[in-house]
């Protein structure tokens, strides 16, 4: 299993600021990722980032938008820049353990909301 | 549609009430993923699943695979257990979510 942190767990940003989000994880794992949940939503993946790559964004996720850093195998962080009201979301952290089957682990999320 | 379904969407039930919430999914995957999700945003992953039936305390999780279909199951619900339960599919790492059911168990 995993246990991961997020910081911040909530805050409030102005429009046209950006926000770093951290994630520390009590092991070492390969893959981790970024997810949205805009509110009455499901979670939706931003991006997949793993430890020695540029991490790749899906579909309708840029970089410039959504920087992401991941220097080593317990810890990322995701930027989320120049933000609108559009941006107030839960964005959370995830990790996955293969052992066949890839189970994931899920962050306790940051509850962001930009006025 | 989406390629996960759940149901209800919202589910209220009285404390000690028996609780089943669905879900069906049309995507391939390798493994089924029950999440319980609170208030204040965090997730839990409850079970994970590739056949068969699974059961943790008062939770109990079952997946038919020909039929696309998984239940999870509440005994003797509690205040407590209200939260959004979420269902969600993949194949390898990526993750396909449904939209989750709101439970209410009331005292």
Known sequence: SAVISQKPSRDIC?????????????????MM???RQQPGQSLTLIATANQGSEATYESGFVIDKFPISRPNLTFSTLTVSNMSPEDSSIYLCSVAISGGLYEQYFGPGTRLTVT | KNEVEQSPQNLTAQEGEFITINCSYSVGISALHWLQQHPGGGIVSLFMLSSGKKKHGRLIATINIQEKHSSLHITASHPRDSAVYICSGGSN?????GKGTLLTVNP
């Open chain 1, 14 to 30: 102005q429009r046209g600021t950006s926000l770093t989000i951290q994630c520390q994880v009590d092991s070492q794992v390969t």
């Open chain 1, 33 to 35: 990722f970024w997810y």
């Open chain 2, 93 to 97: 790492y990526k993750l396909t979510f």
